[in-house]
């Protein structure tokens, strides 16, 4: 028998199509956010204390709503085709909650930044102490050496501890002679302190997350529109 065609059919065709499309790029957005934010530089920023932390937490976070999404995108299909209005309404609720969520997260990383990195900047990170694992993969990943430049470790309780100039980590090429923890020249040590690279990651990872966050937002206004649509028809 032939398929009924109903007022809401070609709805329903377009409804899957942003259900099979938008929903699940969207949400593939937000999980390629999370996973970058969590593999490419939010690790170094932890070195600068609690207040670049947040990269962190919003990258978990847009990894959660990225699932949730590319789930609730299969969920509306199926309400779609089965016509079921109990799906379609809550999976409409949900996109709503996760696109407040989104902009929210948005607007907070944008409107923060600045604060964040005034917070940093008070917090006179002018002398890095002890070398931990943390400093090290700083050093090594940035190539750079102390906070402002490679004098900072001047005075410093590593120099004080080891009697050395500066970390082994801020050599060019560690197995060499040179790199002896006293010779300074710019052939041997990088001369470029870490903290505005740290700085620029922190800018260049929150633009990111911030303009990612309303991308996916914007992708997925159209498939909650239409769930609101063909809800209303199949009432």
Request: proline letters at 3%; glycine letters at 10%; a neutral charge.
């Amino acid at each position: 028998m032939a398929e009924m065609h109903t007022p809401y059919s070609p709805l329903k065709r377009l409804l899957s199509f942003l259900n099979g499309f938008l929903a699940v790029n969207s949400g593939m957005i937000l999980i390629g956010l999370g996973i970058y934010v969590k593999f490419r530089g939010a690790v170094l920023t932890m070195v600068l204390g609690l207040s670049f932390a947040y990269l962190l937490h919003v990258g978990y976070l847009c990894l959660v709503m990225g699932c949730i999404t590319v789930l609730l995108g299969f969920a509306r299909w199926c309400g779609a085709t089965k016509e079921s209005r109990v799906t379609l309404l809550f999976c409409f609720l949900c996109l709503v909650v996760v696109l407040i969520v989104e902009i929210t997260v948005a607007t907070v990383i944008l409107a923060f930044l600045p604060i964040v990195e005034e917070v940093a900047l008070e917090h006179n990170y002018n002398e890095p102490g002890d070398i931990s694992t943390e400093w090290n993969m700083v050093i090594d990943n940035l190539k750079c050496c102390g906070v402002k430049n490679y004098i900072d470790f001047s005075g410093s309780s590593f120099e004080m501890m080891t009697g050395h100039a500066y970390p082994r980590s801020c050599c060019k090429s560690i197995g060499t002679v040179a790199c002896n923890g006293c010779n300074v020249s710019t052939g041997v040590i990088h001369q470029e302190g870490c903290f505005p690279k740290l700085l620029k990651i922190t800018k260049t990872q929150s633009f990111n997350l911030g303009g990612g966050s309303l991308g996916a937002a914007v992708i997925q206004l159209p498939g909650i529109l239409d769930t609101l649509l063909l809800f209303v028809k199949l009432g």
